[in-house]
């Protein structure tokens, strides 16, 4: 703990650049030194000649395994915490991670949120977690949750009538419709607005591991729990905890969250007493929790402990009175500090109300930052936010091929729906990137949350 409060660098090792990148940012934003490298050789080179408070490492990497930088790392210096990062938290080497001393293994994507959350537990940062949210670079709620039409109106009103209340609360609606920055707006308007605010994608829990991240565990509840760790439950105290993507959570997990929420009280693994969680649950879904009941997925008592409160965030194509003023808010917030932001033409504003926006309002900030990058005289034009508009046009996947390691030149049949056009343009750089979902949304510039929503989208229209 005190290695990274007395501001010693971070060492993180991965080989995908973007990922470095995102975490030296967020580390510096809060006054952390990034060290960054690409394989272990590199990462215990620099471990040997530099003193590092925290090691954040991919199980996967080429040549040296993460595993082995784990494992040379503790024999070099056995207080220096490791996370583990993986996409692949089935895999062995995952597995037997926890076994040769990790501090905790984090499962991509993850939030800032789960980084400061697992830090925290694994004692590399103290609690209360200095580490705060920092959504949208500042960016106020007023802009990002524009409310002129009458939709979305009646969905904020209820959000503030609800946020001082103890009441569990479920925010369901379509992906990109902003239903995790609903669930912050309710945190800051009520009297927890000081309290920690922790997120967790449940969807990005591993069964093996859920229930410790979720209730914590007592120090030799299992092999490598070498230490007790608090569950995500306890960390957010008297804050806010939010559960997203919760109709992905396991059933065997479902039962043990319903007699959390009925007791206030978590048991966590291997423990002899009962710790009270006095933290609000916000569960999210963009699924029809409903539904999941019927099919089986999801518990019924679990829903109807959730839904005391429910809240429908609608598709953006439901409030189009809120299309241009998140637009313009967007338009700001990607400008350059030193400039004003470009403004839209009169033809790029009836474009932006045509357009169904099936991507919600998270399709809508991604064209809104493609077009104020590509926009001449700080005016926006239509073709800077619909660069695929013309179906007659060869439409490239990618820029230069040495840059992106994807390449080449997909043809559109003319009549193609954007729908259409989008899907072909994802499949295609996906393929040409091979599989890899991080450098395809780094290509596309879309979150890999984004992306992934997608490429399930696309499989339930296949069925």
């Known amino acids: 703990m005190d290695a990274v409060q007395e501001r010693q660098p971070v060492l993180v090792v991965d080989d995908e650049l973007p990922i470095r990148k ?35 490492a991919d199980v996967r990497l080429p040549g040296m395994s993460g595993l082995e930088v784990l494992q040379e790392v503790r024999r070099r210096n056995r207080r220096v915490p490791v996370v583990m990062i993986t996409a692949y938290p089935d895999d062995r080497d995952s597995k037997a991670a926890l076994n040769e001393g990790a501090s905790t293994i984090l499962v991509k994507p993850f939030s800032t949120d789960a980084l400061a959350a697992s830090l925290t537990a694994t004692g590399t940062l103290s609690a209360p977690c200095p580490w705060k949210p920092d959504p949208y670079s500042g960016a106020p709620f007023s802009d990002l949750l524009a409310a002129e039409d009458p939709h979305m109106e009646a969905v904020l009103t209820l959000a503030r009538k609800i946020a001082p209340r103890e009441t569990t609360v479920l925010i369901q609606g379509e992906s990109g419709t902003g239903k995790e920055l609903l669930a912050r ?21 591993p069964e093996s591991l859920a229930e410790s991240e979720l209730f914590g565990h007592a120090r030799g509840a299992f092999t490598g729990a070498a230490n007790s760790r608090a569950g995500r439950f306890e960390l957010a105290g008297h804050g806010t905890l939010v559960l997203d993507e919760v109709s992905e959570m396991p059933l065997s997990i479902q039962a043990k969250l319903l007699r959390v929420l009925q007791e206030r009280a978590v048991d966590p693994v291997g423990g002899t007493r009962q710790i009270p969680v006095p933290a609000r649950v916000i569960a999210v879904s963009n699924v029809n929790l409903e539904e999941a009941v019927r099919q089986g997925r999801f518990r019924r008592d679990l829903f109807y402990r959730l839904a005391v409160l429910p809240i429908t965030l ?28 470009p403004v839209y033409s009169q033809a790029a504003e009836a474009a932006l109300a045509r357009y169904p926006w ?41 820029g230069k091929e040495e840059e992106t390691g994807a390449g080449g030149i997909l043809e559109i049949p003319v009549g193609s729906t954007l729908w259409d056009v989008e899907r072909r343009v994802i499949l295609a750089t996906l393929e ?32």
Request: hydrophobic share 35%.
């Open 358 to 398: 099936p991507g919600n309002v998270r399709e809508l900030q991604n064209a809104v930052e493609r077009a104020v990058i590509l926009a001449e005289e700080d005016v926006i034009e239509p073709r800077h936010l619909f660069w695929q508009e013309n179906p007659e046009s060869l439409i490239t996947a990618c």
């Open 432 to 463: 040409s990137a091979g599989g890899n979902r991080t450098r395809t949304a780094e290509i596309l510039g879309l979150s890999v949350r984004t992306l992934r929503n997608k490429l399930h989208e696309y499989r339930e229209k296949k069925r």
């Open 22 to 56: 995102a975490m030296g940012r967020s580390f510096a934003r809060r006054g952390f030194r990034v060290e960054g490298a690409e394989n272990g050789p590199e990462a215990l080179d620099k471990f040997g000649r530099e003193t590092f408070g925290l090691v954040i």
């Open 314 to 341: 609608p598709p953006l194509s439901a409030r189009p009175r809120d299309i241009l003023p998140l637009a313009q808010a967007f338009a700001r917030r990607f400008s350059p500090g030193s400039s004003g932001s």
């Open 185 to 205: 707006y309710i945190h800051t308007h009520s009297g927890r607005g000081h309290e920690p605010y922790v997120a967790v994608n449940c969807a990005a829990l």
